[in-house]
């Protein structure tokens, strides 16, 4: 398609833009496809979900994330090394009957899912509690940019106290805002809060041109002169003349130091803040809650953020 556009002498941007297509096409069709398998083992009230990622040949995945979803939610994502995405629950929402793994796709791999059936004992309970799910539970972000993620609190067992919301293992220069931070289901409806994670691009300090500090060397060196061309007078006068005269020179030394740190400053400022460093993290976002003021229960989640 493109030697016979050029063969045909089309050179506008039509001609462009219709190359672009075929090649995003082209690139997309080379993807490999992908089989994704899950599996849920129990560990007391809550599980181990692993997924197990490879290609059509059976060559295990590299890169990617898997988001291990629920009815309500997503439970928490992880990263895909060597082929195995694993996440341990201290909890699944009540009533979870299967737990499905859906994996992003990378670089060349084509995306994929699978669901495995989930033991009932991973969401019972008699007590007052709840289920922190969220969607979605993985980020792509440049340096610059934010996302957001629903976190979700469903009340069970007639749960209905105020639940602080938090997230830890942010990289350096990104944060996190929940809207709002704290949640309390009054009802037996879920009730949810808007995470937005925000990472920060790279800045510099460019230096200023010219010599900002002059005008204010000149305003001290001028006297600073002067003072020294009457100096022979000085000494023919009084002491507190002679006085006077040491302190405009003090004046013009102090003044000539701090121009030059000025100078030195403008023109070799400090290094620009570098952002965010690429890289993959996983962010744990957290729910608390006091029951009655006497026991704390809480659960936890991974969001995992890509940052490229």
Known sequence: MSLQLVRDGIGSKAACVLLAV??????????????????????GNG???????????GNPAKGGTVSFETAQGSVGSAFVENGIAKLTVDKLPKGTRSVTAAYSGSRGLGASSAAAGASPE??????????????????????????????????????NDMV?????????????????????????SA???TLQITTQ??????????RPGSTVAFALVIPGMLALMGLPGLRRRSGIS????????????????????RYGYLNHPPS?????YAGTYTIVVSGYAALNGTSVVGHSLNVTLTVK
């Open 242 to 261: 002679r006085m006077a005269g040491f302190v405009v020179l003090l004046t013009l030394a102090l003044g000539i130091s701090g121009c030059g740190s």
């Open 164 to 188: 602080s919301l938090s997230c830890a293992g942010l990289p350096a220069q990104a944060a996190c805002i929940f809207s709002p931070t704290t949640l309390t289901p009054l009802t037996a």
């Open 47 to 57: 599980a181990t979900l692993t997924a197990t990622v490879a290609d059509v040949a």
């Open 201 to 210: 691009g790279a800045s510099g300090t460019q230096a200023l041109v010219g």
């Open 122 to 159: 991973a969401s019972s309970g008699t007590l007052p509690d709840f289920a922190l799910t969220a969607s979605p539970t993985s980020l792509s972000l440049t340096p610059g940019q934010s996302g957001n993620v629903t976190v979700t609190v469903t009340p069970e067992n007639g749960f």
């Open 191 to 193: 009730i949810s809060s």
């Open 272 to 276: 620009g803040n570098p952002g965010v």
């Open 22 to 43: 075929w090649m995003m096409a082209a690139v997309a069709g080379a993807q490999v496809a992908t089989r994704t398998q899950v599996s849920v083992a129990s560990a």
